[in-house]
């Protein structure tokens, strides 16, 4: 028997890292399957021979996306290509969903099944999309357990998995080792500035993450600030902007679960990163700034109260959101102030924030996700293995 091919498609950094550990999880149970498709140096490393780079298309925004259109089109191009020269076997598609939904297209013409990892953020922006899922979707796997309803009654096979993150968010060293690691005082507070995994969007949240750090420093000497880099930034963007700054910032790369794990503090960009910081129990502030045309097209399509998914999973604002022109330096620093000042209200952020562990589902998420994945490969074989 021939082995089994999975084109696979994850656009963004997070996805990147779901998609490594979800190919990891096949591999376990069926080594031969071989996986090519579009990721970053965590699908790479994982032994998915990468077709196109994705930190060439990952953006932010709707007006974003013409800066790296050629590149997206390229991609496309060359996916199609892929799709008629060697035929995979199942199409996995990893969030990315203006990127995916084309392809999505292109395998329902061809008559490949797509299973979809990690939803489109239907329930937020743009809902009509599910009946468009469910014509072209063979099957959808779900992180967060609201979303099943909502593909339920459109008729989509919808499975949740629980959250690969329970699995991944894990310090690597103990907080002492960690502080001395990166040359830090444990003496001292510490804050982490996490000003996002796109260029795009370290270049608008970093001048006034570190202008809101120098106001910080001012009122509280003892602060100290931390910046874990995201993978695929360059260094030295980051240090360029640091150097135009009067505070000091330590820039770490990699062993990000051990720069959150010793904040006391993060401010970070809405994304998969508040949902880590939640696993590790940090109080935090959630900034968010794009294009004006960008947000204001957003706003005309979005359904939910709150942008960070840390809130959208509680149910409720645990984590103060700065949106758009609130993203300045002084806004940024009286709700840091708001929080160090205040240890009653850290407590409760903490506590809020074990909440939100709990309603991320069981470990095992990529286990289970794996075992959906070979089900569909492998239809008349039943259960592969069992997947607690």
């Given at each position: 028997?021939?082995?089994?091919?999975?084109?696979?498609?994850?656009?963004?950094?997070?996805?990147?890292?779901?998609?490594?550990?979800?190919?990891?999880?096949?591999?376990?149970?069926?080594?031969?399957?071989?996986?090519?498709?579009?990721?970053?140096?965590?699908?790479?490393?994982?032994?998915?021979?990468?077709?196109?780079?994705?930190?060439?298309?990952?953006?932010?925004?709707?007006?974003?996306?013409?800066?790296?259109?050629?590149?997206?089109?390229?991609?496309?191009?060359?996916?199609?290509?892929?799709?008629?020269?060697?035929?995979?076997?199942?199409?996995?598609?990893?969030?990315?969903?203006?990127?995916?939904?084309?392809?999505?297209?292109?395998?329902?013409?061809?008559?490949?099944?797509?299973?979809?990892?990690?939803?489109p953020q239907v329930w937020a922006w743009r809902p009509k999309r599910v009946q468009w899922i469910a014509r072209?979707?063979?099957?959808?796997?779900?992180?967060?357990?609201?979303?099943?309803?909502?593909?339920?009654?459109?008729?989509?096979?919808?499975?949740?998995?629980?959250?690969?993150?329970?699995?991944?968010?894990?310090?690597?060293?103990?907080?002492?080792?960690?502080?001395?690691?990166?040359?830090?005082?444990?003496?001292?507070?510490?804050?982490?500035?996490?000003?996002?995994?796109?260029?795009?969007?370290?270049?608008?949240?970093?001048?006034?993450?570190?202008?809101s750090a120098h106001l910080l420093q001012r009122e509280i000497p003892e602060l100290q600030f931390i910046l874990?880099?995201?993978?695929?930034?360059?260094?030295?963007?980051?240090?360029?902007?640091?150097?135009?700054?009067?505070?000091?910032?330590?820039?770490?790369?990699?062993?990000?679960?051990?720069?959150?794990?010793?904040?006391?503090?993060?401010?970070?960009?809405?994304?998969?990163?508040?949902?880590?910081?939640?696993?590790?129990?940090?109080?935090?502030?959630?900034?968010?700034?794009v294009s004006f045309f960008s947000y204001w097209i957003g706003r005309a399509m979005i359904r939910v109260e709150?942008?960070?998914?840390?809130?959208?999973?509680?149910?409720?604002?645990?984590?103060?959101?700065?949106?758009?022109?609130?993203?300045?330096?002084?806004?940024?620093?009286?709700?840091?102030?708001?929080?160090?000042?205040?240890?009653?209200?850290?407590?409760?952020?903490?506590?809020?924030?074990?909440?939100?562990?709990?309603?991320?589902?069981?470990?095992?998420?990529?286990?289970?996700?794996?075992?959906?994945?070979?089900?569909?490969?492998?239809?008349?074989?039943?259960?592969?293995?069992?997947?607690?």
């Amino acid at each position: 028997m021939k082995p089994k091919k999975i084109l696979l498609v994850a656009g963004e950094v997070s996805g990147d890292l779901h998609g490594s550990h979800l190919v990891e999880a096949v591999h376990r149970i069926d080594p031969e399957v071989q996986f090519w498709g579009i990721g970053g140096e965590g699908l790479k490393k994982s032994g998915m021979r990468l077709l196109y780079p994705a930190h060439s298309l990952s953006v932010v925004g709707v007006t974003e996306v013409f800066i790296k259109l050629r590149s997206i089109l390229e991609a496309l191009r060359q996916l199609k290509k892929s799709l008629e020269q060697e035929r995979p076997d199942l199409i996995v598609l990893i969030d990315f969903p203006d990127f995916n939904f084309r392809l999505a297209n292109m395998a329902h013409r061809r008559g490949i099944p797509v299973l979809y990892y990690i939803s489109p953020q239907v329930w937020a922006w743009r809902p009509k999309r599910v009946q468009w899922i469910a014509r072209r979707i063979k099957k959808m796997v779900v992180l967060f357990p609201f979303e099943v309803p909502l593909y339920e009654a459109a008729g989509v096979d919808v499975e949740w998995v629980g959250h690969p993150l329970l699995d991944i968010v894990k310090p690597t060293l103990p907080k002492e080792v960690a502080f001395q690691k990166f040359g830090l005082d444990p003496r001292r507070r510490t804050v982490g500035l996490l000003p996002g995994s796109r260029l795009h969007e370290v270049e608008r949240l970093l001048p006034a993450l570190l202008e809101s750090a120098h106001l910080l420093q001012r009122e509280i000497p003892e602060l100290q600030f931390i910046l874990p880099l995201a993978p695929g930034l360059p260094k030295t963007m980051v240090a360029s902007f640091i150097q135009k700054r009067s505070v000091p910032v330590t820039v770490v790369e990699g062993l990000n679960y051990d720069v959150m794990n010793l904040s006391e503090l993060l401010i970070t960009a809405s994304g998969t990163a508040t949902l880590e910081g939640a696993i590790l129990g940090k109080p935090m502030i959630i900034i968010y700034r794009v294009s004006f045309f960008s947000y204001w097209i957003g706003r005309a399509m979005i359904r939910v109260e709150h942008i960070g998914l840390v809130n959208l999973v509680a149910g409720k604002e645990v984590a103060p959101e700065l949106i758009q022109k609130d993203v300045r330096p002084e806004r940024i620093a009286d709700e840091a102030f708001r929080i160090l000042r205040n240890p009653i209200l850290r407590q409760k952020m903490t506590e809020s924030m074990a909440e939100v562990r709990q309603k991320l589902g069981k470990p095992g998420a990529a286990q289970r996700a794996a075992q959906i994945v070979l089900s569909l490969l492998f239809p008349s074989e039943g259960s592969l293995i069992h997947v607690p």
